[in-house]
């Protein structure tokens, strides 16, 4: 859709099995999901991506991140986790990154766990 929106799909499938005893046992899982990338500029990023169970016939969970350029090496970041199932945001995560030559500073906030976490990680 040009240079600042892409649309992506995937489809899996996916299946365990094991053997005991001479019988086979196993799972087969499937699933579909789209996500919508939008590259606005430099500072403003975002993604949004949501997952069906075409087996099932039932949404399963989604995804959305934006990532938003402060001043000078400095961004902000949040990723929200819906889950369809239980019908709630299951999970925030909120960023503070900065970079720093070939390292990233990540200062975390997770709303699941209720903990701010501090991580030092190579730049990609």
């Known amino acids: 859709f ?6 992506e799909a ?3 499938f ?18 579909f999901s789209a996500v919508l990338r939008l590259d606005l500029s430099d500072r403003l990023r975002s993604w949004i991506s949501a997952s069906y169970d075409p087996r099932r016939g039932e949404w399963k969970q989604s995804f959305a991140d934006i ?17 369809f199932y ?4 299951s999970n925030v995560d909120l960023y503070l ?3 720093a030559g070939r390292l990233d500073l990540r200062l975390i906030w997770r709303s699941i766990s209720k903990q701010i976490l501090v991580e ?5």
Request: no cysteine; aromatic share 10%.
């Open 14 to 31: 996916q299946s365990r099995r094991k053997t005991g005893g001479g019988l086979i046992e196993g799972t087969s899982s499937q699933d």
């Open 86 to 89: 239980r019908r709630t945001i």
């Open 97 to 99: 990154i900065r970079r």
């Open 10 to 12: 995937f489809y899996s």
């Open 67 to 83: 990532t938003i350029g402060l001043v000078r090496n400095w961004r902000f970041q949040s990723l929200l986790t819906y889950d």
């Open 120 to 124: 030092l990680i190579p730049a990609f």
């Open 2 to 7: 040009g240079r600042a929106i892409a649309l």
